[in-house]
């Protein structure tokens, strides 16, 4: 029988080997020609193209993923970030000039995008394909070498994307490595360039913790318990629709979902019953009931079903309602959309991210109570207001904070390839997507050039008597 201890540290110079190997094709990917960086983008769009049914099948496999749904929502998000990125990688890149204030005169200055090096890439469970190629198609397009880590949850996708990566990448320039919770502590332990993390804000502090080691920068996705505001001026149809939609498609395994509705009781009673009938529409529309629907997916594994199933129950002993849903089926990891009302305050499904099709509606009395209950909360990813009333608006833009903003939509932002995503304090840090993933995985370098013999400074050298004393303080008094 082989040494486990064995195997470990074998596993660990496998690591380290990988990683040389990518430093050091990392410093001849710095003086690469742009075009090298567009033949990789379009080697990997090609393969996607070519294999959309692969990854179909094997999203399904994980948790029964919707075929459309994993076309909509794993597959066009990545296309699009490889279609936007060889569309704009020429101005990314391209220097930018500077202005020179007065005090700089003489000189002239732009920014270059230099790769940061060697980058990890640690990918969650919920949206496996979508979540792990989406930042390579960054990383790759600022001219980067990654090893990859997908999920250990999601094992088809996981092993897809390492077969995939195999077929267009050689090891130097990109490496998946599959496993589980050790080998993402073993990685973390190299000096990586840059890491990019997404998942929950527990995980995301010791991933901080582990960058801190080696210096090393992070861009964080995290979670976080995103509000729907509905305001007695919504339009209750359309919003119900949207709301339903986003928060239950995937089953509720979306960092962006929102995750409890605050809502006005004038148009409390018609939300919901607007919201029966679009969840009936979108995701049971045959009438076969929510778990013959091919349209609906599945809880991704026994804990999270457990762990949903223990927020229920511990929201209805404390007084909550079901007004909808709650048949759950536990052989199947299945639960149908399920509305909560009623809901206690001290109900833990108000503390912690439920991640799952369990929605939450609370009343508030005014948006003042509205603003207080969002800021008693840790930042959240996202924030979803839907009414019409720019009173209200401007008021929840202007006194909460938050990674994003939709006005009467949710979820959308996300695939906006020319808006910053990403979250703030604990749903986050740094952006993604688009211009924001190329500067993600950029170091943006100053150079300032000046001409021989000249410099402004040179007014101000040494020794410091009064006619130094003059320019100093006309300089700070007008530049």
């Known amino acids: 029988m082989s040494d486990p201890n064995h195997q470990k540290e074998a596993s660990i110079d496998t690591y380290s080997e990988v990683f040389r190997k990518q430093r050091a094709k990392a410093l001849t990917l710095r003086t690469e020609r742009l075009n090298e960086r567009t033949k990789r983008l ?43 990125a060889l569309l704009h990688l020429k101005n990314w890149a391209k220097p930018k000039k500077v202005d020179a204030p007065v005090s700089m005169l003489g000189t002239t200055s732009f920014i270059r995008y230099e790769p940061k090096g060697v980058c990890l890439i640690i990918a969650p469970w919920n949206f496996p394909f979508n979540l792990a190629v989406g930042p390579l198609v960054s990383a790759l ?27 267009i990448f050689t090891e130097d320039e990109v490496r998946v490595f599959n496993g589980g919770v050790d080998v993402s502590q073993a990685l973390l332990q190299l000096p990586f360039d840059h890491i990019f993390f997404t998942g929950s804000p527990a995980v995301g502090k010791h991933v901080m913790r582990a960058a801190a080691e080696n210096l090393t920068s992070v861009t964080l996705e995290l979670g976080g318990k995103s509000p729907a505001i509905v305001d007695e001026t919504a339009n209750i149809k359309d919003t119900a629709e949207k709301i339903a939609w986003g ?22 009673g018609a939300f919901i019953d607007q919201l029966k009938l679009a969840s009936q529409r979108l995701f049971n529309h045959d009438g076969q009931g929510f778990q013959q ?14 762990r949903l199933d223990g927020l229920i ?37 108000l503390e912690e991210e439920i991640f799952g099709p369990v929605l939450p ?111 100093v303080k006309l300089l700070t008094k007008y530049f």
């Open 293 to 306: 629907s091919k349209d609906y997916a599945r809880i991704i594994n026994n804990n999270h079903f457990n």
């Open 361 to 471: 509606v609370v009343e508030y009395s005014s948006i003042e109570d509205v603003i207080q209950t969002v800021n008693n909360k840790p930042k959240p990813l996202a924030l979803y207001y839907f009414g019409q009333s720019n009173k209200n608006k401007r008021a929840i833009l202007n006194a909460t904070s938050s990674g994003a903003v939709c006005i009467n939509e949710c979820v959308l932002h996300f695939n906006h390839p020319n808006l910053p995503f990403g979250g703030v304090n604990n749903s986050g840090m740094g952006k993604s997507h688009g211009w924001y993933g190329f500067l993600a995985f950029s170091n943006e370098k100053p150079v300032l050039r000046q001409r021989i013999g000249f410099t402004t400074t040179k007014t101000v050298y040494p020794p410091y008597n009064n006619r130094v004393k003059s320019i």
């Open 42 to 84: 379009k080697k990997l769009q090609l393969w996607i193209e070519k294999n959309q049914k692969a990854i179909q099948d094997a999203v399904y496999r994980d948790f029964k993923k919707p075929a459309l749904e994993v076309n909509i929502t794993e597959i066009y998000p990545v296309l699009t970030e490889i279609k936007h």
């Open 141 to 167: 397009a600022a001219g980067n070498t990654v090893i990859l880590k997908p999920s250990e949850m999601t094992r088809y996708t996981s092993e897809l994307i390492d077969s995939m990566i195999g077929d």
């Open 247 to 268: 928060k239950f498609i995937n089953n509720g395994q979306t960092c962006v979902a929102p995750d409890y509705v605050l809502i006005h009781p004038l148009v409390k």
């Open 313 to 349: 129950k511990d929201a209805v002993e404390k007084g909550a309602n079901i007004v909808m849903g709650g048949n759950l089926v536990s052989e199947d990891r299945f639960i149908p959309p399920t509305v909560l009302t009623d809901v206690a305050e001290d109900a833990r499904i």
